[in-house]
């Protein structure tokens, strides 16, 4: 008697593996159509009440990739990508530093390259259909499992899995950024001149050989107190621009945020100041303090969230 009911259980079981390991495939496809796929196209990129348009002209695959984006309003720059490499171009050094913080996110490539962790801190729905550039489109919704995080909408072309157009919800619903596609063609622009820079100033933003994804050689015991989800990716001591002392610089992620905490010496008692601030979009940044050191985080993470992390995360061994 008890025979059937279960094997009802095992094959709803095996239902849901087989439709979660689809959902993975389906993000894995559409990862790689927003880095990979051929095009040439015009995109509005909206937040904290202003509006910027880019237009992206894309080809090849792997190493082989040639990409460039334009800017069509505000300050005159440009960001190229060969293969992993990325550089700002710019006009000034005013539109250098725009140039730096509009590269911070760069559409349609949203999803990061690795995608494994990503079911621990978020849930996929399909949430119906639409039309974007004149092209019919999939809706899917990363939703987190912590309602303090934000939610990715992305509206996918059904063919190609490129998303046309991407929004990030606030915790209460509201549209923290968004990103669409006003025209684009699913190929890349055949005149290599389409894909060279035309401005003077340069700057490295990411060199070929940048660490993607986890470092191996990090231990999870070098912090605790994360949010449920996170993980640490690298911890690394680096010299920012402008400093001359280290700081310890660690990369959590939860599958799709990756947020920086940069720990550093603090200042005197009475310079000190709690703050939190929007950057760029969906990019904020929070300061703390925690004993010793002075914590700073920057990710597209709410402020709040941000915040509360801070709060409760402790380095382990950071005299060592």
């Not at 025979?3 to 993000?27: K, N, S, Y």
């Not at 309602?147 to 059904?158: D, F, G, L, N, S």
Request: proline share 7%; charged share 25%.
């Amino acid at each position: 008697m008890r025979v059937v009911p279960l094997i009802g259980v095992l094959m709803f079981g095996a239902a849901c593996a087989a439709h979660a390991e689809d959902d993975m495939q389906l993000l894995r496809n559409v990862g790689n159509a927003g880095r990979q796929q051929a095009l040439d196209g015009t995109y509005l990129h909206q937040m904290n009440g202003m509006l910027e348009t880019f237009r992206i002209v894309r080809q090849g695959q792997g190493d082989g990739v040639r990409e460039k984006r334009t800017s069509l309003d505000g300050p005159s720059r440009e960001v190229v990508r060969k293969g992993g490499e990325l550089t700002c171009f710019a006009s000034d050094k005013r539109a250098l530093m725009a140039c730096k913080i509009s590269a911070m996110r760069l559409f349609p490539a949203l999803l990061p390259d690795d995608l494994d962790d990503i079911s621990r801190s978020y849930v996929l729905r399909r949430t119906g259909t639409d039309r974007v550039a004149q092209r019919d489109c999939q809706w899917l919704d990363l939703q987190p499992r912590d309602p303090q995080r934000y939610t990715m909408r992305m509206c996918i072309e059904p063919n190609t899995y490129l998303p046309l157009k991407v929004i990030t919800l606030s915790p209460r619903g509201d549209s923290v950024e968004q990103f669409t596609f006003t025209e684009v063609e699913l190929a890349g622009a055949k005149d290599r001149k389409a894909y060279a820079p035309r401005l003077a100033q340069k700057f490295l933003l990411r060199p070929a050989k940048a660490p993607v994804g986890a470092d191996p050689s990090v231990s999870q015991n070098e912090v605790s107190g994360l949010p449920q989800g996170f993980r640490l990716l690298r911890s690394v001591q680096r010299i920012l621009p402008g400093q001359g002392k280290p700081v310890r610089h660690l990369v959590f992620s939860d599958g799709l945020v990756m947020l920086s905490v940069f720990a550093e010496p603090p200042p005197p008692e009475n310079a000190r100041l709690e703050r939190v601030g929007n950057l760029h979009g969906a990019i904020n940044m929070a300061t703390s303090y925690q004993g010793d050191m002075q914590l700073t985080a920057v990710g597209d993470m709410p402020q709040t969230a941000m915040m509360a992390l801070l709060k409760s995360l402790h380095i382990n061994g950071k005299n060592d």
